[in-house]
């Protein structure tokens, strides 16, 4: 047999099988299927053909036993780990001491334990993680969240002013515990806190922190989440610059304020939580308001408030004593009073020109009814004219018209009556005009006489104040004598002109008949 064989392989040589088994794990079926050995071996040959590597984590458990040492390697970010056995020899070359929490690389081969069936790494170097090594990768870390938005300031959610209850996360039995909690009661006695102590340094921080974080975002009664723990050295802060943290802190619903270290310290959290306090002490003077402080700014609202109220109270009562000083309200009815005089004023104005526009409608009226009784046929009768007619009924427009003795209808205003005319229309002209002209002789002489008269009369004084004149003036007499002769003989000449005039309107005074609407005519005055 050749001596490469490893003895396990010898066993399964060993063993008689009935049937041969499939070569493949694709090949095996409930009849036939592979026994343990067969795929522990299996998973043996896979994992010794995996080369060496090198591989980074936290110790989490470290024990030396003689000549190996054997620990246990976890994964800083996740909760996962493996079984590492490492020669002493190897540990003690270490230019620090190993021990628990610390951050290590090692070069191991991966082997597979096929009677346990558990896989390790045999190690054959391990060295400690530099601090430099670790900034420089908390670096590239806080660039990668950066350019996906975790640290941008609109997306942080604001403080409340007063929460209900707080969430606090903090080591168990930590001095940063009791600065949060002493301070914000210090602060507003009646604030309540939600804790939740975990660890804040090792292996399992980073899990216990996130699931902290998560239980009290769900809790319905906490306003903000407070994230605190103490200073320390930088490999002990480095869970809080974790990434699953710094996502978990992201994801919260719930403002989560951080107060990780000292002024100097500025872990991930610092730059992903909503606010970030200096120190757990001023965590606690952040999360609730200061009773004094806001009792003082209360009072001193109320002391403006009374002191707007009472200057406007005085503005407004000086406001009033202005206006009852004026003269409309010592007397408050004296502008009524000057406007019900004004009123009756126009009532009265309004009265007169009504009564004057009545009278002058009835004055007018009366004139109008006036006029239409003047101008009605029986008015003109009344007034003593009449109308003439023949006898078939025409009425008499013309004294030619008329014969001597012929029997004419007159109609006068209460009834008619029947006349004959003496004589025709022309001789009565003819008569007419001799007594016209004998009565225009008459009144011719009867003012010659009249002024011959008034003559007389005035040459009695005029010889009086002769007589009493010097003998210059004795033609006097003569100068008046012939200015009353010149007078006589005018006013002979007016007389003659008047009784030509008399004469000839004699002739024409005859009233002519103007016919009328109802058939009937009369005389026009």
Known sequence: MDAAVSPQRLIVARVSLPNPLPDKAADTTAEQPWPVRVLSLKISDYVDRMSQLWVEGQVVQFNPRG????????????????SVSVPMNAVNAMAVPLAQGARV???AKPTFWTKRGTLQLEARQIRPVGIGDLLARVEILKRTLAAEGLFDADRKRPIPFLPHRVGLITGRGSAAERDVVENARRRWPAVRFELREVAVQGANAVTEVVAALRELDAHPHVDVIVVARGGGALEELLPFSNEAMVRAVAEARTPV???????????LLDLVADWRASTPTDAGKRVVPDAAHERGTVETGRERLRRALARRLEHERSGLRALVSRPVMADPVALVRQRRVELTSLRERAATRLEARLHRAADEAEHLRRQVVALSPQSTLERGYAVVQHRDGRVVMDRDDVGAGELLRVRVARGDFGVRPVSSGTEDAGATRTSTARKATAATATAAKTTAAKTAAAKRPAAKTAARSTPA???????VTKATKATTATTATKATTATTKAARTADSEQPP??????????PTP
Do not use: F
């Open 105 to 107: 690389v090692l070069q």
């Open 473 to 479: 003036r004795t033609s006097t007499p003569a100068k």
């Open 257 to 267: 304020i951080s107060a990780i270290g000292h002024e100097v310290d500025q872990p």
């Open 67 to 82: 000549g190996t040492a054997y620990l246990t390697l976890r994964d800083p970010d996740v909760d996962m780990s493996l």
């Open 513 to 522: 008949v103007t016919p009328r609407t109802d058939g009937d005519v009369g």
